[in-house]
T-cell receptor, first 116, second 114 residues
Framework: DAGITQSPRHKVTETGTPVTLRCHQT?????MYWYRQDPGHGLRLIHY???????DKGEVSDGYSVSRSKTEDFLLTLESATSSQTSVYFC???????????????FGPGTRLTVL | AQSVTQLGSHVSVSEGALVLLRCNYS??????LFWYVQYPNQGLQLLLK??????LVKGINGFEAEFKKSETSFHLTKPSAHMSDAAEYFC????????????FGKGTRLHILP
C-alpha cells in the first residue's frame, strides 16, 4: 500500500472555527490532491499540488486553502468551517509518468469531518 | 474538458451472475481512464486503468474493462460476481499525461444478492 496517512481520522467541530487536515506521504511523490466525498456527488477535487509551494484550485475550492511547505505534507485548511463542509475528505498522491508508466492516484484512508 | 457519466447509482446482481457497470466519458483529447473501488469506510483502490495500447484492460479481482472510442465508453465487467464484490465503484477520466487532474463519476454501488 502507498504510504499515505491522514490526520485526524475523525473530527467534530463547530461552525466558524478553523480546521486543518493533514496529509502525509512517505513515497516522495510529486503530486498531492485533496478531495471531498459526498453522497450523490462522488469525489470532487478541492485543491492539488504539483510541487513544494506549487498549488492550484479544483472545482470546489471556495472556503478552503492549502499549503505544501515540504514534499511529504499537504495541509487543507477550512478558515471558518460551515455545515456545508461536513464531508469525508480524501488525500491522494501521484508520482507522474506517461503512457504505460502513467502512475495513477493512490488514496489515503480519509478524514470524516462534522461541522455542527 | 473531461467528464464522466456512470449509468445507475445502484446495481444489483445475483452471486455468480455477470457484473456490468457502465461508464461513458467525454474528453477533448485522448483520455486516460480508470476504475476505482471503495469498500465501506475505506479509501479508493485502483481496479484498472487504460492509458495507451490494448483496449481491453484486465485488473484485479477478475475485473476487466474495454475502451471503446467510437462509443466513448469504458464499461467494467466481471464474469461471475462474488459477495466480496459489494462496494462502490468509480469511473474516472483524465486528459492524458499532460493533465494533472482526474475527474470522477458519481459512483455506482454494487449490491450482490445471495
Amino acid at each position: 500500500d502507498a504510504g499515505i496517512t491522514q490526520s485526524p481520522r475523525h473530527k467534530v467541530t463547530e461552525t466558524g472555527t478553523p480546521v486543518t487536515l493533514r496529509c502525509h506521504q512517505t513515497e516522495n511523490h510529486r503530486y498531492m490532491y485533496w478531495y471531498r466525498q459526498d453522497p450523490g456527488h462522488g469525489l470532487r477535487l478541492i485543491h492539488y499540488s504539483y510541487g513544494v509551494k506549487d498549488t492550484d484550485k479544483g472545482e470546489v475550492s471556495d472556503g478552503y486553502s492549502v499549503s505544501r511547505s515540504k514534499t511529504e505534507d499537504f495541509l487543507l485548511t477550512l478558515e471558518s468551517a460551515t455545515s456545508s463542509q461536513t464531508s469525508v475528505y480524501f488525500c491522494a498522491i501521484r508520482s507522474g509518468g506517461t503512457g504505460e508508466l502513467y502512475n495513477e492516484q493512490f488514496f489515503g484512508p480519509g478524514t470524516r469531518l462534522t461541522v455542527l | 474538458a473531461q467528464s464522466v457519466t456512470q449509468l445507475g447509482s445502484h446495481v444489483s446482481v445475483s452471486e455468480g451472475a455477470l457484473v456490468l457497470l457502465r461508464c461513458n466519458y467525454s474528453s477533448s483529447v485522448p483520455p486516460y481512464l480508470f476504475w476505482y473501488v471503495q469498500y465501506p469506510n475505506q479509501g479508493l483502490q485502483l481496479l484498472l486503468k487504460y492509458t495507451t495500447g490494448a483496449t481491453l484492460v484486465k485488473g484485479i479481482n477478475g475485473f476487466e474493462a474495454e475502451f471503446k472510442k467510437s462509443e466513448t465508453s469504458f464499461h467494467l465487467t466481471k464474469p461471475s460476481a462474488h459477495m466480496s464484490d459489494a462496494a462502490e465503484y468509480f469511473c474516472a477520466v483524465s486528459g492524458g499525461y499532460r493533465d494533472d487532474k482526474i475527474i470522477f463519476g458519481k459512483g455506482t454501488r454494487l449490491h450482490i444478492l445471495p
